[in-house]
């Protein structure tokens, strides 16, 4: 009757809502690769996971980015957590638009990275939070300078337990400030965001 078409159209107009929350949820959560699952990688990784973002990572032993897999599953949606072999796949295939944050031992090792993904980085952006000195950020930015990606360069101040819980501060620098705002909402995740200047590396000197 009227009562039962009237239920069915609310039942419907619920249900739409709800498909658009959560599509408008999906559209939201950052399509980040995450390279490097030592301590802090994998801490931040984690992180991220919990608060609805899809990431996928690498790590050059193995076992620790299965570990890391393992405990994303718990969190939830497993697929929203892909595990890659190869650093090149892992960025190959993520979306166009995904950003790649590297967090691996030291700059050799960053290096050693990029070589393996630079043909992938046009049109991304690039967070380089491997500890290291200003002067190895600015060789970083200058060795990705003919990728046409936006580079930033960072620091974690805060152990491996605040980027798991969130409550460190992430100093920043970019040659266009917008490329942190634009990354700020997801970034903060880990932390207080603090943009450190237009200068590369001066988010390492602080």
Known sequence: GVLETAHTRGRRRLSAVGDAAVAAAVAMAAKLVLLGMGKMGGAMALRLREKGHHISI?????AKATAVKEEAAQIGENAACELFEDSNAAVQHSSPDSTVILIVSDTAACFDTLDSIKSQLNGRTVVNLTSGSPDDGRKIAAALADTKSAYIDGAYCGPPAKARAGS?????SAEQQDDVERLRPTLEALGEVAFAGTKIGSSRAL
């Open 58 to 62: 690498w790590n050059r032993t193995a």
């Open 168 to 172: 460190g501060i992430l100093f920043l």
